[in-house]
């Protein structure tokens, strides 16, 4: 797999999170924004739009947006999960929003 991307974009960041949180891993290639490295015609062939990140997979599938290929780890590594699961028990309590009572506004004239 590689991974188009940038070391200050925070989109980058959270697929490099989910990658190292399912176990894989990507050649990073770097696509420096402030040089406008993301414009390059070869890089505009793979991802039309000019934003990282973009996932290639090694059978050639291109996904780009960071919470598509977060969430796209289902259908392309259907066995491997993110996290363990963790039982939580059910709330006992009404949730907050229901508790506290609404704040009027001050109107002003």
Not at 31 to 42: I, K, V, Y
Request: glycine share 6%; aromatic share 6%.
């Amino acid at each position: 797999m590689k991974l188009h991307g940038y070391f200050r974009s925070s989109a980058s960041y959270r697929v490099r999170i989910a990658l190292n949180l399912k176990g894989l891993s990507a050649d990073h290639l770097p696509r420096h924004l402030r040089r406008g490295e993301q414009r390059d015609p070869a890089y505009l062939a793979i991802n039309p739009q000019g934003l990282v990140p973009t996932l290639q997979d090694d059978a050639g599938a291109i996904i780009t947006q960071s919470l598509a290929i977060s969430n796209g780890w289902r259908k392309l590594i259907p066995n491997r999960r993110c996290c363990r699961r963790i039982r939580c028990a059910a709330p006992k309590s009404a949730p907050l929003r229901w508790r506290w009572p609404a704040i009027p506004t001050p109107c002003r004239t």
